[in-house]
Each structure stands twice: as C-alpha cells, then as structure tokens.
C-alpha cells in the first residue's frame, strides 16, 4: 500500500478496505478478497485516519467514506493557546 500506510477502514459487509497512503497524498481501495488496488483517490496531504458510514443495509455502495489529514505541528501553534487546566486562586 505505499510508504507509511496510516488509518485502515473496512466497508461493513467486508469487501473493501480503505487505506489511507501518508506519504502518497492518496486512499487505496482494496477489494479484501482478492487484495487487489482497484482504485486510488488523491486527497493531497497527509490522509491519516479513515471512517465509513454504516446505514444497516448490506449495500455498501451507499455509504460515506471520510478521511482527515495528519495534523502537523506547524497546524497546532495556529489554534491558539490551550485552555489551562490549573484552577485559578481565589481572591
């Protein structure tokens, strides 16, 4: 699956497993029986982990797959500082 394969979701009746390709900006679709790639989505980046959706049906061609990207550490210093946890005196 590439260099530094990250976050693994499987469909869930099991035909087909998303693995997110760090390194490669990209999500292979693998068919799980055969362990083929049958399809390759760029998402640029760094995609990190994965969810599908699950609706109850055995039709997986219904649902959602998301991905979200690494998140660096440069993305970190940009939210703001952490709200404290140390409980301030009272006056």
Do not use: C, Q
Not at 17 to 35: E, L, P, Q, S, Y
Not at 70 to 86: I, K, N, Q
């Amino acid at each position: 699956m590439g260099v530094e394969p990250r976050g693994i979701a499987i469909t869930p009746n099991g035909t087909y497993a998303f693995i997110a390709g760090h390194t490669t900006g990209d999500v292979a679709v693998v068919r799980a029986r055969t362990d083929e790639v049958v399809s390759r989505i760029h998402t640029g980046g760094n995609p990190y982990a994965i969810a599908i959706s699950n609706d109850g049906d055995a039709n997986d061609s219904d649902e959602r797959v998301y991905v979200t990207p690494a998140l660096r550490r440069s993305d970190r210093s940009r939210r703001g500082p952490m709200a404290s946890t140390t409980p301030s005196k009272a006056s």
